[in-house]
């Protein structure tokens, strides 16, 4: 019984674990652009822990606060959640493009929510404020405002009848969502 349960939570381990550089890359890229960072995840056998690397490739980044702030907070969420569901410590290190061990500023980053913990929660409320107006200017303004492009080319241009028009969008979307699950399924 000890046996399987150890094969059980070693799998779910690896698979968390791996998963952690694309948590980050999605965590992170609404902020920040990915080609300014990279991150991989290694096991130190001899200290028996996971490290999460993570690589910046200029200086500017390296230096900024909400970067950073940024890593440190989705750090101590992760941390403590392979802690307290898997028994797995992880650490987090950052390095410059040239290969320098940056930690110590992730550290500092870190102990300033330690010392302050509304600072944590507000940070928690500003990331879902700041996504949100990220996706609102990235995906949905543009997105509104090609639909109402094609409406008012189908009224003005076509002569089509609102209803119609509105009819024609509606059978557009549905057919974009069936497409989407459609391709989703068979890229996973």
Same mark, same amino acid.
């Given at each position: 019984?000890?046996?399987? %349960?150890? =094969? ?6 690896? =698979?968390?674990? @791996? ?17 300014? $960072? ?9 200290? !028996? !822990?996971?490290?999460?690397? /993570?690589? /910046? ?35 987090? +290190?950052?390095?410059?493009? @040239? ?13 300033? %929510? ?14 879902? $404020?700041?996504?949100? +107006? !990220? ?19 189908? /009224? ?33």
């Amino acid at each position: 019984m000890r046996r399987e %349960y150890n =094969h059980q939570v070693t799998e779910h381990a690896e =698979h968390v674990v @791996e998963g952690l550089p694309r948590d980050l890359d999605r965590f992170l890229r609404d902020f920040f652009p990915r080609k300014r $960072w990279q991150s991989r995840v290694q096991y130190d056998h001899r200290a !028996r !822990r996971f490290f999460l690397d /993570v690589t /910046v490739s200029d200086d500017g980044l390296a230096g900024d606060d909400r970067f950073l702030s940024l890593l440190a907070y989705y750090w101590r969420g992760q941390r403590t959640l392979l802690e307290q569901s898997l028994g797995l410590e992880l650490q987090c +290190r950052l390095f410059s493009g @040239e290969g320098a061990d940056l930690t110590a500023r992730l550290r500092t980053a870190e102990s300033s %929510y330690l010392e302050d913990g509304e600072r944590n929660s507000a940070m928690g409320r500003e990331l879902a $404020w700041l996504g949100f +107006r !990220r996706r609102l200017l990235r995906d949905i303004l543009p997105r509104t405002f090609l639909w109402a492009a094609a409406i008012a080319v189908l /009224v003005v241009v076509f002569n089509f009848s609102l209803v119609t028009t509105l009819l024609l969008c509606m059978i557009a979307l549905v057919v974009q969502a069936l497409l989407s699950s459609l391709l989703a399924g068979r890229a996973v």
